[in-house]
């Protein structure tokens, strides 16, 4: 995973495996529901959440909840873009979709 996003130009020490969580979203969730990650850090649950609704069909949303601005801004948005968009360095294909971001105070 840290070569992935290391493709796309980000930086993260511990980045959870797509695969796995996707496999976790999977079992223990439906194909409409909304699964909430309070420590989004690099952005995983939402990658692994477009790939299984892109690979399955499915209509799974997410809630990342990140509380390191920095860590937004400079990793959570610009994967969550490249999954969105694609990223052909990295060889994620266009996942479609889209989020909100919100800042609460």
Do not use: C, Q, W
């Not at 999977?26 to 299984?52: K, R, Y």
């Not at 266009?94 to 909100?100: E, L, Q």
Request: proline share 4%; aromatic share 8%.
């Amino acid at each position: 995973m840290r070569l992935m996003l290391s493709k796309m130009g980000l930086t993260f020490a511990y980045p959870k495996p797509v695969t796995l969580i996707s496999y976790l979203i999977s079992v223990f969730t439906g194909e409409s529901d909304i699964v909430l990650d309070s420590f989004a850090g690099s952005g995983t649950t939402g990658h692994a959440v477009m790939e299984l609704n892109r690979s399955t069909g499915s209509r799974r949303r997410f809630i990342l909840v990140e509380m390191n601005r920095d860590t937004i801004e400079a990793v959570t948005l610009p994967r969550l873009r490249a999954v969105i968009d694609g990223h052909a360095a990295s060889g994620v294909p266009s996942h479609g979709g889209g989020f909100r971001f919100l800042r609460l105070a």
